[in-house]
């Protein structure tokens, strides 16, 4: 089966940094787009960053730019989130998704069950 599991989340103080790792299987990791969103409690899932394909081409949200950095081993199947400088509002679960829209295999969206990353003095 197709599987998404996220490590490496924590506790951190703030100004410290973190390495998210998400290893995946059962799909043809190269051809999706990956992605890390985050849902802190009581707020809305948000996009943090995204690297497609061969990870040429990447995005960032404005909150996490110059701080956060992923990116991705295809011959591992595994993507990353280099967080630096974390700030207490980084505080939230952080989910890896998988997308694509092949005409081939067809539209396709994965998810994993989360990691807990706590910013905290």
């Known amino acids: 089966q197709v599987q998404l599991v996220e490590s490496g989340g924590g506790l951190v103080q703030p100004g410290g940094s973190l390495r998210l790792s998400c290893a995946a299987s059962g799909f043809t990791f190269s051809r999706y787009t990956m992605s890390w969103y985050r849902q802190a409690p009581g707020k809305e899932r948000e996009l943090v960053a995204t690297t497609i394909n061969t990870g040429g081409s990447t995005n960032y949200a404005d909150s996490v730019k110059g701080r956060f950095t992923i990116t991705r081993d295809n011959a591992k199947n595994i993507m990353y989130l280099q967080m630096n400088s974390l700030k207490p509002e980084d505080t939230a679960v952080y989910y890896c998704?998988?997308?694509?829209?092949?005409?081939?295999?067809?539209?396709?969206?994965?998810w994993g069950q989360g990691t807990q990353v706590t910013v905290s003095s």
């Open positions: 998704n998988a997308k694509t829209r092949s005409p081939v295999v067809g539209p396709r969206d994965y």
